[in-house]
């Protein structure tokens, strides 16, 4: 799976839009982007996942780059309760259908301040 | 719908002793991905199952670490004569297909400490 590149942390006022960046330079055409994201101490959350086109849902919009080579994810109201840690993943369609496991990095710390 | 559950969610084990770390998968779910978070560090992978299969093992230990996902009832991380390093927390992530189009939700987790 591409490598994927992200700040380590970022700021962001409450009520504000947070825009997370990840770069994956090395993606493949088959390759989807996932965020999820990690509350301290709890499981990983599922935010969005893309693989051309842009892609918004309830949570948040993901916004990738017409070469593919980097994305951003958007929380339009950041409150506080949305500080945590953000993982950016690419991650292989495989046709056959075999799994591919999800490869966290050290993904992104998003603090929203009050 | 009820999401990811483990249980249980902290086990204290003394070292020498059997760990048994259970995840039912989401409704209509037959992928289970077991996936490891020693403290202070990144979310490792450790195996995945669909039901009474393992498909994937490369990221489990070789010796003492074992899973399954019975037909019936949940998939169970079967850990044997636990040591201090085993302490971390576990969590469980299902998905509805194993490609990459699905996503996987996550358990809250199960926190192992070896005392």
């Known amino acids: 799976d591409a490598k994927t590149t992200q700040p380590t942390s970022m700021d962001c006022a409450e009520g504000r839009a947070a825009n997370l960046p990840c770069n994956h330079s090395t993606i493949s055409g088959n390759e989807y982007v996932y965020w999820y994201r990690q509350i301290h101490s709890q499981g990983p959350q599922y935010i969005i996942h893309?693989?051309?086109n842009n892609e918004t849902n309830e949570m948040a919009s993901l916004i990738i780059t017409e070469d593919r080579k980097s994305s951003t994810l958007i929380l339009p109201h950041a409150t506080l309760r949305d500080t945590a840690v953000y993982y950016c993943i690419v991650r292989v369609l495989i046709s056959s259908g075999s799994a591919r496991q999800l490869t966290f990095g050290s993904g992104t710390q998003l603090t929203v301040l009050p | 719908n009820a999401g990811v559950m483990q249980n249980p969610r902290h086990l204290v084990r003394r070292r020498g002793q059997e760990a048994r770390l259970r995840c039912s998968p989401m409704k209509g779910h037959s992928h289970v991905y077991w996936y490891r978070q020693l403290p202070e560090e990144g979310l490792k992978f450790m195996v995945y199952?669909?039901?009474?299969?393992?498909?994937?093992e490369s990221g489990m230990p070789k010796e003492r670490f074992s899973a399954e996902f019975p037909k019936e009832g949940p998939s169970i991380l079967r850990i044997q004569q636990v040591v201090r390093g085993d302490s971390a927390a576990y969590f469980c992530?299902?998905?509805?297909?194993?490609?990459?189009?699905?996503?996987?939700?996550f358990g809250p987790g199960t926190r192992l400490t070896v005392t």
């Open positions: 199952l669909q039901k009474e299969n393992i498909i994937d």
């Open positions: 893309g693989l051309k």
């Open positions: 992530a299902s998905s509805r297909s194993g490609t990459a189009a699905y996503e996987q939700y």
